[in-house]
């Protein structure tokens, strides 16, 4: 089956240490989306990328970074440099950008936490 | 900017009706809705792409008004399994480029009790 697969489920960061967070889909999707969720809010977009090495910043870029090496891979690295990266973040994918009736497609998602 | 959702939080019966609006302070193109249960993946529910465009998907629809640069999702006869928070995702045609890129509501959290 098709689908979205984020690892890990849970991530555990320490002061100072960069982590990155997996994102890989089957679906064949060109655009390829990271999210930030906090507690009672809504998302809120981290990165795009509408296609293969090349990425836009979101709302909410800073103290993160991405990559897009592959179709099917969008990794997501939150750095040090975040100093409030608890959240749950959520990976998405859609058919391609710029088409108005394209849903996105998530996965499960990654809970992040401080130690 | 971000769309208002309205209300906040809402509890039901089982077989009651509810509507959730959406408010943009932007010019829209499209409107998306989603539904995520606690700790899940948000999940696809419909797109409205046109001004006055209705859509429905078993009992639940929604409505995308244009001109007042709103939507609203109605729900009606409501089962336990619509029980999650509904969030809106709006695009408007020109913001940055990119027509897929979605600003999310703030959620309407939906709980239906038997």
């Known amino acids: 089956d098709g689908g979205i697969t984020q690892s890990p489920k849970y991530l555990f960061r320490k002061e100072g240490q960069n982590v990155t967070l997996s994102c890989e889909q089957n679906?064949?999707?060109?655009?390829m989306y990271w999210y930030r969720q906090d507690p009672g809010q809504g998302l809120r977009l981290i990165y795009y990328?509408?296609?293969?090495?090349?990425?836009q910043k979101g709302d909410i870029a800073e103290g993160y970074s991405v990559s897009r090496e592959k179709k099917e891979s969008f990794p997501l690295t939150v750095t040090s440099a975040q100093k409030n990266p608890t959240a749950f973040y959520l990976c998405?994918?859609?058919?391609?950008?710029?088409?108005?009736?394209?849903?996105?497609?998530f996965g499960d998602g990654t809970r992040l936490s401080i130690l | 900017q971000q769309p208002v959702q309205s209300p906040q939080a809402v509890i039901l019966r089982e077989g009651e009706d509810a509507v959730i609006n959406c408010s943009s302070s932007?010019?829209?193109?499209?409107v998306h809705w989603y539904r995520q249960k606690h700790g899940e993946a948000p999940v696809f529910l419909m797109i409205?792409?046109?001004?006055?465009e209705q859509k429905g998907h078993d009992k639940i629809s929604a409505s995308f008004n244009e001109k007042k640069q709103q939507s609203s999702l109605y729900l009606t006869a409501s089962q336990l399994s619509y029980s999650g928070t509904y969030f809106c995702?709006?695009?408007?045609?020109?913001?940055?480029?990119?027509?897929?890129?979605?600003?999310f509501g703030t959620g309407t959290l939906l709980a239906v009790q038997p």
């Open positions: 998405a994918s859609s058919i391609a950008s710029g088409i108005d009736n394209q849903p996105q497609h």
């Open positions: 679906l064949n999707h060109d655009a």
């Open positions: 990328s509408q296609i293969v090495n090349d990425f």
């Open positions: 932007k010019a829209l193109y499209s």
């Open positions: 409205l792409l046109k001004g006055g």
């Open positions: 995702g709006t695009a408007s045609r020109y913001y940055g480029g990119a027509t897929n890129k979605l600003i």
